[in-house]
């Protein structure tokens, strides 16, 4: 029985309790983003027959984006289990490898995955995809996108980052950079060869997104048979990324010594190709730098600005991003973000949002939800299989497939299949 000593205390330790409690399902309420209701994307167009079109026929622009609702709303969770677990229920779609010499001594790499049925519009379209940093086509997100697209009629070809493989040797004291578009434009190269009837979707995911902008930027002429061109999650300017990088908030300083960590073991593994030999650029002194880096901008620093002979961080971060070139695209382009992704600054949008207001080819969709190349979809707590990226972007392919057999309004209307074929 308690003492008449301890009765008064009961109700306080109660109080501390509820308060306690209180305490932690705000914490929990805010940072899972409970309140927040799920909403269609905010797009910035301009409007267009085109546009028009899309908005009509592309049902997915004007629908409600609904992620989990026990951890969807937060980017870092969408971000994270991106990154440790890729996709749920991941299939294993079955390419065939292509390997290419280049100029310099390297071998680049990528995988084509035929389509499993006919088209929609019975067109030759295939996707020519770009993955994220240090990633290739035997990551998750990649084969759930690839598996997605072949039986909606598409046929694949995914570009292996140089380096990226682990089976895979370097040939040259060469990796993969933010900008190079050598392997990519080889990719491109062989498949006008291979398929002399088949259109292109050229689809960038993250740093890819940054590589097939500034590739299509770079020339004209890689514009040809290009129907459409999508970036998913990327910063668009690797300069001003990089000082973003250095903050804490949202976690990106973390985030920044984690995929340092991730580019460090890429480069390690590669060490006796990459370091001492004599066509390298970098030497033991490099490799002692890089062991103790715990930045991106460090190791771009030390190493990867080297791989191109670049004078400075300052002049590799400015000539390796897309933002000088993306004006320079005429194809249709969709430039895709979210809010909450915690590895692209908000300032960083302002590059999209300005180019959508400009050019009447462009389409920048911006989600509240969707992390960093999460964007998972479901009820209350478990993911679906595919995303609404995924969805998003064959709907949008499809969509300008069916506007290519639309009767032309004007010749930039009318784009590029109808003066491809």
């Not at 984006?65 to 299939?91: C, D, E, F, N």
């Not at 770009?130 to 290739?136: E, Q, R, S």
């Not at 080819?361 to 595919?386: C, I, R």
Request: hydrophobic content about 40%; aromatic content about 10%.
């Amino acid at each position: 029985m308690a003492s008449l000593e301890e009765l008064p205390l009961l109700p306080v330790f109660d109080g501390v309790k509820l308060a306690a409690l209180a305490t932690v399902l705000y914490v929990i309420v805010r940072s899972l983003h409970l309140k927040s209701s799920p909403a269609p994307p905010h797009v910035t167009y301009q409007d267009t027959p085109l546009n028009r079109f899309l908005f009509k026929s592309c049902q997915i622009l004007t629908q409600e984006y609904i992620p989990p609702l026990l951890w969807g709303k937060s980017g870092h969770i969408q971000t994270v289990l991106y990154g440790k677990m890729g996709r749920v229920a991941t299939p294993k779609p079955c390419g065939v490898r292509t390997f290419l010499p280049m100029e310099d001594g390297a071998t680049m790499t990528f995988d084509i995955f035929e389509a499993l049925g006919d088209h929609s519009t019975q067109d030759d379209i295939t996707m020519v995809i770009c993955p994220g940093i240090g990633n290739h086509s035997e990551k998750q997100y990649i084969r759930t996108f690839v598996d997605h697209s072949q039986r909606k009629g598409y046929r694949c070809a995914v570009l292996n980052h140089l380096g990226a493989l682990p089976d895979i040797e370097l040939t040259s004291p060469r990796m993969f950079t933010y900008g190079c578009t050598w392997e990519f434009a080889a990719m491109v190269s062989h498949i006008k060869r291979e398929f002399p009837q088949t259109l292109m979707a050229v689809v960038g995911f993250s740093l890819g997104g940054n590589i097939v902008c500034k590739f299509l930027g770079e020339r004209h002429s890689n514009q040809e048979r290009v129907l459409c061109c999508v970036s998913v999650c990327q910063g668009y300017s690797v300069l001003r990324a990089q000082e973003t990088f250095l903050q804490w908030d949202q976690g990106r300083r973390l985030y920044n010594f984690l995929l340092a960590s991730k580019m460090k073991k890429i480069i390690l593994a590669h060490r006796d190709t990459l370091f001492g030999t004599k066509s390298s650029r970098l030497d033991d002194a490099d490799l002692n730098r890089l062991r103790a880096a715990t930045s991106l901008m460090q190791i771009d620093d030390t190493i990867m600005r080297k791989f191109h002979d670049y004078h400075s961080l300052k002049e590799y971060y400015e000539t390796e991003s897309c933002v000088q070139y993306m004006h320079n695209i005429s194809v249709p382009l969709l430039l895709v973000n979210a809010v909450d992704d915690p590895l692209v600054h908000p300032s960083l949008l302002a590059i999209p949002r300005t180019l959508a207001d400009k050019k009447a080819n462009v389409l920048f969709v911006l989600t509240q939800h969707g992390g960093h190349l999460g964007f998972f979809e479901g009820a209350v707590l478990l993911p679906k299989p595919l995303t609404w990226i995924d969805k998003l972007i064959v709907s949008y392919t499809d969509t300008l497939c069916q506007w290519g057999r639309q009767p032309a309004h004007t010749p930039q209307d009318g784009h590029r299949l109808r003066s491809a074929q």
